[in-house]
């Protein structure tokens, strides 16, 4: 079959006029669908159950072994999704999803995602979208200023966290070992974290070469905080070695109990031994929008860089990660590399964003942040952060007062760790009574040793009686 | 103000009937009305002017310098979004968008958008999501089928062909220098690529501790393919002066002309030197799709890697890079740091996509493809892809018949790279004249030292005719 000498038309086109109507009308009806079903979804979510009960390979077993050879309707589709993908889905939107950190897929993100993949533009470059840069630009500096961080930094949005803090690591190295872009990793770099920081900072040096040798996990104090005098010691003890320290990452709010690091201090050691400071405050940050809790920002002005996810506490659906810097000089002597067919534009307040990392095509992620901030307004987010850090502190409370129970670290925002005053197997028990009621998700971590309960709070549909049902029946799964 | 002590609700709540209700009409409303934008754009983006016409920093000047105080109505926020946002956007989703590699946001992929951002669901766990590990690896055992690609072979999504080549290269490290996880890059590492290949395999090297003086960049043949005695020749030479050649990445369609480069040959260089051979195909492997050009996968199945991007010819909007490899278990080792707070669930289907990659959170990119795949079957896939490739050849021949022009590249593929007889200058005055008309965005190239036209057909409205026109106005802007 010589197919390329009778060329077909795949698809309806605008030339076909009736094909491409078609195309459209389908759409707009299952588009309509999809607009009803969401609706419905998010009247509904609070009665699935939110932790999948598939088997491992069950929902896989369910899909054919091969894609259709032909078209199918939306109806089949949609049928599908309904009938198979969503009893394999973990409900992270649900109201009781008190795991890992609690996040929201806001309404007006959703229009923001539509519309993002509609247009498919592409911002690369400034030319190939100029919406893409100067609305992310302008989007970041409204976040900036809610968090109160200094005029001037430079925003850029990345898919995670985990890629935000790859960037910083990268960047640190470009300013004090700038020899590397051309001639590989020198030996002797040093990473330092603390030991409850989270996991990407190591991954991310072994990424880039640093090796896990080199990621020093500088102990804690009895709250979780990076001890200053420890850092101080390391670093010292290293240049001693003839190592080449380069950078420092700070944690506002540690992934297992939101300590935060004492960033000042931190910084004056940075400062002195002319370290690269990177704040990961990649669910905390966004408490900073609340005046009273704005502190846990404090010293963050001097970092180089800092990491938020507005897909964590800032009502955007996964994924946008923000990154800011006050050396973007740096971050794109890191990364810049123009190719001919890649022409920059000239113009100073034409940047391009592939310059600025590792992802050379950058998707419209703006517009979604751009909806959510309008469509809530800084005094909405801010009280709903605030109720968040409330009820948090009130099931504190509650934990404090009940005697078979301990917390486990301080509660300076929405995650509550604890403990029943038992076995390590008492607790994963518990665990799996509260998960397996099909009403909540919660999670543990390992604190001192001893495994520990992790209640996080950070839906937008959450209530307080969510947590306290929550609570109830943590106690009534205490083995008796 | 003691806020704290006054917890207001901050945001509807299904506690507060009636204002979820509202925010759930408000959406369906503004969610109906953005299908309805949508299907109008379908209906008039060939109308649009291709590249977005405004100065650099007029669409930053015309928004607010901060975030509003108080939410705003969707009205509000869409209005804005035509008015402000559109004319600042190049559409990327035009018939007539002929730069870099043309590529299509379409229907069903928006549908998908909707629902993963309605869910808000986090793969980065097998448990936290089965949906999002096990669709992802039917849908890309799907793609892989479509492609001919080798069974068993394992697919991840990243955000980018940049991500996806520099996860390659991290891998290609962990299998020859498995040391440099724990103590950071070894000394002496080289990539090779052709002088012809992406930037990202570059900048990818750089991110990752290699250095650019550890890039060897391979010459290439007269049709602008990695030639493979010299890519041998190279190796020799490092291995003689104590190199440790880690990687090679060959191009199956590079990215100024879409050569093909000569994979078997390749691979027989990388498998006697125990390199690892990562095949960056992130726009052409679509091809292998259709029969007749499965050829340009040749040799592929004894790659270690290979990436292929739906975002590019598959008919799915940014971001969907696919990463295939027959080792998962190297890249796994590479990136795997399982902190105790993500426990793994120790069933083997039940894999973690956090232990394959930089980013820890993963989004439900699966569902998009998912929706593809199937609303178009691999039948229209094929035929489009068909139609795209015979255009291009159709194009060529229309300028081999034109004295004043010549062809600079072969056109294996869905591109042609041409030029006008005369100066750089002519050139560029040609893709100027042709842009400015706003019916067409087309790019050049530097080829052989030389400015090149280069013309990409790959959106799913284009339309002969569409290529015709374009040719037809690249005659005419020739100043005479």
């Known amino acids: 079959m010589d197919s390329a000498a009778n060329p077909k038309k795949a698809v309806p086109t605008p030339e076909q006029d009736t094909a491409w109507k078609n195309y459209v009308e389908d759409f707009r009806g299952a588009g309509h669908e ?53 009893p394999a889905v973990t409900q992270w939107n649900h109201p009781r999803f008190f795991a890992y950190f609690a996040c929201t897929g806001s309404a007006p993100a959703i229009l923001g995602e539509m519309l993002a993949a509609a247009l498919n533009t592409n911002g690369l470059h400034w030319k190939t979208s100029p919406a893409v840069a100067e609305l992310e630009t302008r989007t970041l500096d409204w976040l900036r200023q809610w968090m109160g961080l200094p005029a001037g930094w430079f925003g850029i949005i990345y898919d995670t966290a985990s890629t935000s803090s790859m960037h910083a690591i990268v960047a640190a190295r470009e300013m004090v070992a700038p020899e590397a872009r051309r001639e590989g990793n020198p030996p002797g770099l040093v990473l ?17 070469g640093i090796g896990q040798n080199n990621v020093r996990k500088v ?48 910084a004056d050691i940075a400062e002195k031994h002319g370290l690269w400071l990177h ?26 860089s800092l990491v938020v996810n507005a897909h964590k506490w800032l009502l955007t659906p996964i994924d946008l990660s923000v990154f800011y810097t006050r050396r973007p000089d740096i971050l794109r002597r890191a990364f810049s590399l123009v190719p001919e067919y890649l022409q920059p534009q000239g113009d100073p307040r034409a940047h391009d964003l592939m ?32 109720s ?56 543990y971590t390992v604190l001192h040793g001893k495994v520990t309960l992790r209640l996080a709070i950070g839906n937008l549909a959450t209530t307080w009686e969510d947590v306290h049902e929550a609570w109830k029946l943590i ?5 008796t």
Chains 1, 2 share one sequence.
């Open 279 to 304: 704040v990961d405050a990649a669910y905390a940050g966004a408490a900073a929008i609340v005046p009273e809790h704005r502190y846990i920002l404090n010293g963050a002005e001097r970092a180089h």
């Open 192 to 208: 330092y974290t603390s030991e409850q920081s989270h996991s990407s900072i190591e991954k991310g040096a072994i990424a880039v």
């Open 34 to 86: 999809t607009v009803e079903w969401i609706a419905r979804y998010f009247n509904n979510v609070a009665d699935l159950p939110v932790l999948a009960k598939v088997k491992p390979g069950e929902l896989l077993d369910a899909l054919p072994a091969s894609a259709p050879e032909l078209g199918e309707s939306y109806a089949a589709m949609l049928s599908d999704f309904d009938r198979i993908i969503m």
């Open 475 to 479: 106690q009534g799964a205490v083995s």
């Open 355 to 386: 310059d600025y990392g590792v992802p050379l095509g950058h998707r419209f992620r703006a517009l979604k942040l751009w909806f959510v901030m309008r469509y809530f307004g800084r005094e909405k987010v801010e009280a709903l952060l605030r």
């Open 219 to 266: 102990p804690v104090d009895a709250d979780f905080r990076m001890r200053p005098d420890a850092l101080a010691a390391m670093i010292e003890q290293d240049k001693a070695a003839g190592k080449r320290p380069f950078c420092v990452v700070a944690a506002v709010g540690t992934t297992s109990t939101t300590s935060v690091d004492p960033v000042p201090q931190i």
């Open 388 to 443: 968040h850090i409330e009820w948090a502190r009130r099931l504190a409370d509650l934990i404090d007062a009940d005697p078979r129970f301990e917390r486990v670290a301080p509660v300076p925002l929405s995650v509550v760790c604890f403990r029943y005053k038992g076995t390590d197997e008492d607790n994963k028990a518990i665990v799996d009574k509260v998960n397996a009621s099909e009403k909540f998700f919660i999670a």
